[in-house]
């Protein structure tokens, strides 16, 4: 499958019926499997041969979706998660263990900035967050005997900071650990890190993939370039014998997929945070139409971007895909056949005049999402980050007027009429 192009993996990939067997990826809704003899049965269990005993751990569904993800990311393994919280913990925690260090950028999702400094914290693993623009003599400086893994954004929710690649995972090389990027907002239609030195891609499902708003999931890849074997020490729950699985050894018995198999057999066995195979159906839907729809959030968002910038009542309009926005450049670079289709802007006459706008809007929703084909707006301030102070908000690069839109797929000038209207409003 991995020679055809992103549009063939996102319909083709995953699921290939044979024989009579269902055209379209049947939906396993079962808690578990069943075998013939209890040697079967107990081979599974011991890792010696793979398949499916409970859903908890795996279920067929979900891993045909993760293989069509897998496919579309050019990874060697992937596993869907609950959600883009827990794909991003898992990723995050398969690595590190209390008493070690984590590095994190500044510009992330407000929740995935909480689990990462507060929670984590409470698990005894200290993180260092540094800006992403931080140059790279000052960001090797920040790495530590006991740092495990470095977390950024390919484009950031809702910073919109497009990540230098190149300069992350040199340091992160250098120190001898994996970068993980979450790649939600590019999806790998639009980006694949992979391509620039990434080690493990993570994703909420929740938006783009899913792309309707129907589901709540999350997935992992991994590039399984990492030599985890290289640094047996640092990584001791990938390299040596784990007791809480019958002496599994992951590198050696699993290769480039050890670090899904161990995540699956450890973090899925104890904390359970599995993808409904229902969900992982809906995702798989959502994946068919990802290129088509990923073109067209992009190209609405860029007309919307250059419309608003123009508006008099605008102050800052700030979207990678515009021409002159600060990391326009790097867009071309990393993204060339565009980036997402989430802007963010402010309005002049501060945050009370941007609240006003918003309960104005009449077609453009005010909801807690982003990236669904459904045009919304939100304004983190006083809605996903308001767990924030001030300085952690501008820290993360949010100013306190910021809206976060996103444009979704409907005809752009009716999305251009109400956002007038709503302006209109304002007089
Ligand atoms: C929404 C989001 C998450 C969290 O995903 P959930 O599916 O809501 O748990 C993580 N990262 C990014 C970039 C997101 O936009």
């Not at 784990?242 to 992951?250: A, K, L, M, P, V």
């Not at 919304?376 to 952690?392: F, G, N």
């Amino acid at each position: 499958m991995s020679d055809y192009r992103i549009e063939t993996k996102c319909i083709q990939s995953g699921w290939q019926p044979t024989k009579g067997e269902a055209r379209i990826l049947p939906i396993y809704q079962s808690t578990t499997f069943k075998y013939d003899t209890s040697e079967q049965m107990g081979d599974l269990f011991d890792l010696k041969a793979s398949g499916y005993f409970y859903t908890r751990l795996q279920n067929p569904t979900n891993d045909y979706v993760a293989a069509k993800i897998c496919d579309m990311e050019g990874g060697a393994a992937a596993m869907l998660t609950s959600s883009g919280q827990a794909a991003n913990f898992y990723a995050v925690f398969n690595l590190a263990e209390a008493g070690d260090h984590i590095i994190i950028s500044s510009a992330l999702y407000g929740g995935t900035f909480n689990l990462l400094t507060t929670t984590v914290a409470k698990m005894g693993i200290e993180t260092t967050v540094v800006d992403p623009e931080i140059p790279l003599e000052d960001l090797r400086k920040e790495f530590k005997p006991n740092t495990k893994c470095v977390l950024a954004e390919s484009i950031s929710n809702p910073s919109l900071v497009v990540l230098d690649f190149e300069k992350f995972a040199k340091a992160a090389h250098e120190a001898g650990v994996p970068l993980i990027v979450d790649n939600t907002f590019p999806t790998p239609v639009n980006c694949r890190p992979f391509e620039f030195g990434v080690d493990i891609v993570t994703h909420s499902t929740t938006k783009y993939m899913d792309g309707h708003a129907v589901s709540v999931g999350g997935c992992i890849v991994d590039s399984g370039n990492f030599d985890w074997t290289k640094y047996p020490d640092k990584f001791p729950g990938l390299c040596y014998p784990d007791e809480s699985y019958h002496g599994t050894n992951y590198t050696e018995q699993f290769g480039k997929a050890a670090f899904i198999v161990k995540a699956t057999a450890t973090l899925m066995r104890d904390l359970g945070s599995i993808q409904s195979p229902q969900n992982a159906f809906y995702v798989n839907l959502g994946l068919e139409t990802l290129h088509l729809r990923m073109q067209r959030h992009c190209e609405n968002a860029l007309k919307v971007a250059k419309w608003l910038k123009a508006n008099e009542n605008v102050a800052w309009v700030n979207y990678p895909g515009l021409e002159g926005d600060v990391y326009y450049e790097r867009a071309k670079k990393y993204m060339p056949n565009g980036t997402c289709g989430v802007l963010t802007f402010g309005i002049k006459g501060g945050r009370e005049a941007s609240i006003k706008f918003m309960d104005a809007l009449k077609l453009i929703a005010i909801v807690t999402h982003v990236a669904d084909t459904r045009s919304c707006v939100l304004h983190p301030a006083s809605h996903t980050h308001r767990q924030m102070t001030d300085e952690q908000l501008l820290e993360a690069g949010v100013k306190p007027d910021l809206i976060r839109f996103s444009v979704g797929i409907e005809n752009v000038d009716d999305i251009i009429a109400d956002l007038e209207q709503a302006f209109n409003c304002l007089k």
